[in-house]
């Protein structure tokens, strides 16, 4: 990040274009997680990263039911 000693980083603008259905996703998840539409954008971009950087180390992300204790495993495309 390019920073200056005591400033924020710098920051971009990025324009995105979303189908109804994806604006309609994304502000339920602003509105039920009480943040903007621009917070959640950036939560999901770092978890897409966490879980790229996990997975070219070799390792799985799971979810698991918690009565059945079925397991699907998550994979990025």
């Known amino acids: 990040m390019n920073t200056t000693q005591g400033q924020m980083p710098a920051k971009r603008t ?3 274009v979303l189908s109804d259905a994806e604006m309609d996703v994304l502000e339920a998840l ?3 997680r009480s943040l903007s ?5 950036r939560q ?4 897409y990263q966490t ?3 996990r997975q ?3 390792e799985k992300l799971f979810f ?6 079925e ?3 998550l994979m990025l495309l």
Not at 37 to 41: D, G, M, P, R, T
């Open 14 to 16: 990025l324009t995105v």
């Open 30 to 32: 602003s509105s039920k």
């Open 37 to 41: 539409k621009v917070a959640v954008l």
């Open 44 to 47: 999901a971009l770092r978890l």
């Open 51 to 53: 879980v790229d950087v």
């Open 56 to 58: 070219q180390r070799g």
């Open 64 to 69: 698991e039911n918690e009565r059945s204790k």
């Open 71 to 73: 397991k699907a495993e």
